[in-house]
């Protein structure tokens, strides 16, 4: 299975219908859903008439001075029905104006506040009289909108600029980069209606002077550009493009610049294929190369900001210097200027994993690069220069020389793929035949070439070559254009319960229980980042799982333990509270490392303790936590898992601190130590911290979930205490194992309550007593019982390890 994360693009269903004739939408709200049907992803839609409903035409009828602000101004607006007092501060308002007025109710398309009747400075206005960019029609704030003077009074200011649009915002994932382009949208709603789409004829007037004569282009990464064409257009006219194109860009959120910058975001939204145009007259030398770049070195993009690249920016080059980033954005020194008299144009195939390392190192992403990353269709790379072209001459009066230059090193190979009609209908859930399979492909112009070894062979059009590579892939179209909401549900979805198959249910009930127990203790969970920058990650561990494409260069690593976000997080905490405050944290994730060809994950606890004790009483001095109170509180949340087989190992760390392995059934499940100044240091924290790490993964497969009831014993429990002297390098597990299986089947509780040496013991022995519990089922225990049970330990403990009764 695949995920992808989607890039959403803004379609105009008007433009949309250009390349689809004959196209009648009999509902919208039917094509909505016939579009989700076939997989499209439909985030929002928006209606043109809707967003400028309570938008009328109206005419200036009076325009007097305000009374108490020398900038504004009282005018009286006739809207038809009604003539409206509106407080007005644009200095072009006049008398006789046609304009558009926002009445009561309407929303502002630039800045979504509502229209209210309103005092200002002490005045009632009863409308706004509206400037190009608050109705999102342009960025011009200068003044008032102005209207043709032969427009309607009251008219709906929608039906004025013919807006009965649908503005459909749709998700677009990696593989489909089809679909980043009006054609590649009309393509998929065309197969809906079973028509086919029909691209604008290229008819170009061309010059006899030819482009070869002004350019040379050379490919030296061939492995990063696969296809570089280059025209020359002279002397063209830089200006506003015409209406229709503004339009068109400004209705999916485009800011039109000057008609050669428009047409080429126009084409690159028409086909999916990004242009640059460049100066002509700043290329030096008259001569373009694609290469890399050399690490450090900086060039300043048409944002006018500094970027730094590195030795895998593919760049666009001319004799002297860099040019633009290949496939991201241009340089601004070559940009299209107010001057600009003759424009190369840029049309390319750039390798979409360069172009999306590249995009992501310089932190730099554009609607250029969007598309490269998803793979443009290389076989449209001509046709979008010659439409880019076309309109220029048309729409600027460039003269367009003669040819393309075309360097195209390796051509790609012509790709089929099979499918067997048995197997897709197996997977499907339906019969099919090889003529429904042919003619539902078909429709979106992947085409049958031939029946060979069982199987439909079919072209695979360039602009799907990313996508459709495997037979399973074919499916998946022929299941969507044959229709989801056509298949019969014959699954049975009921649960069979008398049969216990654990998906991991028992570890998130095991986590839950977990964090449950330590916000019941006092402590506050936290979450720290998992990916972090491979130097902090040295610290710990060289087996880093490593991220070939970070979100940011900070966090290019897995981490490896839990320790350094705690740490982070008790440094921002001791910084905002101060030094002692009382810190009891916790938290639950995953870590990762580096095991050659693959990677382990595993799961895990972090407990931490710092700072000054939290339940003192108002006649108790401060005391600070220490590793015992980290010690007790595991040994109090493994006796909630009904883990007490526990053995804890103690040794010294190379500070001298005391180190406890946590093990059960000779298996490590942790670890509970003081974490180190070194460590302290490099976090500037001045207080000691108590840290544990428990792997979950490893103690919940310990644990047994399974419930036990057990009759109380309705008998008396005796007690014994038992004093012994014992040499100082005997354990105490040693010992109270040892106590635990000599002793009878009515032992049940072995604490040791005290411990302590001196003079008259001798140097080399300790003092250990403990308190022993015996108890029956089945009656109460005579004292010979317990008795013969307590002289049983005494002798095997005296008899294996030296153990002698305290006198």
């Not at 995920?3 to 004959?22: A, E, H, Q, T, V």
């Not at 309109?391 to 003669?402: C, R």
């Not at 140097?763 to 519990?773: H, P, Q, V």
């Amino acid at each position: 299975m695949h995920f992808y994360i989607l890039i959403f693009m803004k379609i105009s269903l008007n433009w949309i219908k250009d390349y689809i004739p004959g196209l009648e939408i009999g509902s919208f709200d039917e094509l909505k859903q016939s579009m989700i049907e076939i997989g499209l992803d439909i985030e929002s839609i928006e209606s043109e008439r809707e967003k400028y409903k309570y938008f009328v035409v109206g005419e200036v009828e009076e325009v007097s001075k305000h009374p108490d602000a020398d900038k504004l101004v009282l005018c009286k607006v006739n809207v038809g029905n009604k003539t409206h007092d509106i407080v007005c501060g644009a200095p072009n308002v006049e008398k006789g104006q046609k304009v558009c007025v926002a009445l009561v109710g309407a929303i502002i398309p630039n800045g979504g506040f509502e229209i209210k009747k309103t005092k200002i400075r002490g005045v009632t206005s009863e409308g706004m009289i509206c400037a190009e960019d608050e109705l999102e029609i342009s960025e011009d704030h200068s003044g008032i909108m102005v209207l043709d003077p032969n427009a309607k009074v009251g008219q709906e200011f929608a039906e004025y600029i013919k807006a009965d649009d649908y503005i459909i915002d749709i998700g677009v994932t990696a593989n489909r980069g089809d679909q980043f382009s009006h054609i590649g949208m009309a393509r998929e709603i065309a197969a809906i209606y079973d028509k086919k789409i029909k691209l604008p004829e290229i008819e170009i007037k061309e010059s006899e002077e030819k482009s070869s004569d002004y350019i040379k282009i050379s490919i030296d990464s061939k492995d990063f550009c696969k296809r570089f064409t280059g025209r020359v257009v002279k002397n063209v006219k830089i200006g506003e493009s015409p209406e229709w194109l503004k339009r068109k860009l400004t209705s999916i959120g485009l800011r039109p610049r000057n008609n050669i910058v428009d047409i080429t975001n126009y084409v690159m939204m028409e086909t999916g294929q990004p242009l640059h145009a460049f100066d002509y007259d700043e290329i030096r030398g008259k001569e373009i190369i694609v290469r890399t770049a050399k690490e450090g070195d900086k060039f300043t993009t048409l944002d006018s900001k500094e970027r730094i690249l590195n030795d895998k920016s593919l760049m666009v080059c001319d004799a002297e210097g860099y040019s633009a980033i290949a496939g991201v954005m241009g340089g601004e020194f070559s940009e299209i200027k107010d001057d600009t008299k003759n424009v190369f144009i840029e049309s390319a195939y750039f390798d979409p994993v360069c172009i999306r390392k590249n995009s992501k190192k310089l932190g730099l992403q554009t609607d250029a690069s969007q598309r490269f990353e998803r793979g443009v269709d290389i076989e449209k790379v001509e046709y979008a220069s010659h439409r880019a072209a076309q309109l220029m001459n048309e729409l600027a009066g460039g003269e367009v020389l003669k040819g393309l230059v075309d360097e195209y090193p390796v051509k790609f190979k012509k790709m089929y793929v099979g499918i067997r009609v048995e197997r897709a209908s197996k997977l499907i859930g339906i019969e099919l035949d090889e003529k429904q399979v042919i003619d539902l492909l078909g429709k979106i112009e992947i085409k049958f070439v031939e029946k060979k070894d069982g199987k439909l062979m079919f072209d695979i059009p360039e602009f799907r070559r990313n996508d459709l590579m495997r037979e399973v892939d074919l499916i998946e179209e022929v299941t969507r254009l044959y229709g989801y909401e056509k298949l019969d549900n014959q699954l049975s979805f009921n649960m069979d319960i008398s049969s216990h198959v654990d998906y991991g249910i028992k570890n998130r009930k095991l986590v839950n229980k977990t964090r449950e127990h330590f916000i019941g203790r006092g402590f506050n969970e936290i979450i720290t980042e998992s990916q972090l920058h491979r130097d902090k990650l040295k610290l710990f561990s060289d087996k880093i799982v490593k991220i070939e494409n970070p979100i940011s260069l900070e966090m290019d690593g897995m981490r490896v333990n839990l320790l350094y976000g705690m740490l982070r997080v008790i440094k921002n905490n001791i910084n905002y509270s101060g030094k002692g405050v009382s810190l009891k944290l916790f938290e639950i994730g995953n870590v990762f490392e580096d095991a050659g060809d693959n990677f382990k994950e595993e799961n895990r606890l972090s407990i931490t303790l710092s700072g000054k004790y939290d339940k003192m009483s108002f006649n108790e001095h401060d005391v600070n936590f220490d590793i015992y109170d980290l010690k007790g509180e595991l040994e109090m949340f493994l006796s909630k898992l009904n883990l007490d087989n526990l053995v804890l190992f103690c040794y010294n760390d190379n500070e001298k601190n005391i180190v406890i392995d946590l093990i059960i059934d000779n298996l490590l499940i942790g670890k509970v130590y003081k974490v180190s100044n070194e460590m302290l240091n490099l976090f500037n924290i001045e207080q000691d911290i108590y840290f544990s790490e428990i792997y979950l993964d490893a103690l919940y497969n310990k644990v047994d979930t399974s419930k036990f009831y057990k009759e109380i014993s309705k008998f008396p429990v005796a007690k014994r205490d038992l004093a012994i002297v014992t040499q100082k390098d005997i354990l105490f597990k040693d010992i109270r194992e040892l106590i635990i299986s000599s002793g009878s089947e009515f032992l049940r509780s072995v604490k040791l309550f005290d411990i302590y040496s001196d003079k008259q013991l001798g140097s080399d022995k300790k003092s250990m007593a403990f308190s022993l519990e015996f108890l029956s089922d089945k009656s109460t225990l005579t004292d010979d019982e317990v008795n013969q049970s307590v002289n049983k330990i005494v002798k095997t403990l005296e008899k294996q390890l030296g153990i002698t009764l305290r006198e």
